[in-house]
Nanobody, 125 residues
Framework: QLQLVESGGGLVQAGGSLRLSCVAS????????MGWFRQAPGREREFVGV????????DYADSVKGRFTISRDNAKNTVYLQMNSLKPEDTAVYSC??????????????????WGQGTQVTVSS
């Protein structure tokens, strides 16, 4: 088992920034690619981005490309989502996920093995 706990969500004005963290415990964190997803009320879960297990490769949804950055620190069992230039449409619950069979370029959610509980991000206009 791999337990994932997100933090760093909150309320921010449009144009502002937030950094989300996802701390893993349990199994070997560095063996997993890590993805970030979000879900707004009444909408389906949406891929945000993914980082390879080494951290050398990332991929992002077009809607966040150039504004969001994923990084990881395997020594701290932590993956980060830096969100800049936030927009009201970025409002959602953000969740991290770990997948042993995921590579950057794949935006589906079905190959992820473990999920965090999510953290709320609200962007006011």
């Amino acid at each position: 088992q791999l337990q994932l706990v997100e933090s760093g969500g909150g309320l921010v004005q449009a144009g502002g920034s937030l950094r989300l963290s996802c701390v893993a415990s349990g199994r070997t964190f560095s063996s997993y690619a890590m993805g970030w997803f979000r879900q707004a009320p009444g909408r389906e879960r949406e891929f945000v981005g993914v980082i390879s297990w080494t951290g050398s490769s990332t991929d992002y949804a077009d809607s966040v490309k150039g504004r969001f950055t994923i990084s990881r620190d395997n020594a701290k069992n932590t993956v980060y989502l830096q969100m800049n230039s936030l927009k009201p449409e970025d409002t959602a619950v953000y969740s991290c996920a770990a997948g042993s069979g995921v590579i950057p370029g794949y935006s589906g959610s079905d190959r992820y093995d473990y999920w965090g509980q999510g953290t709320q991000v609200t962007v006011s206009s």
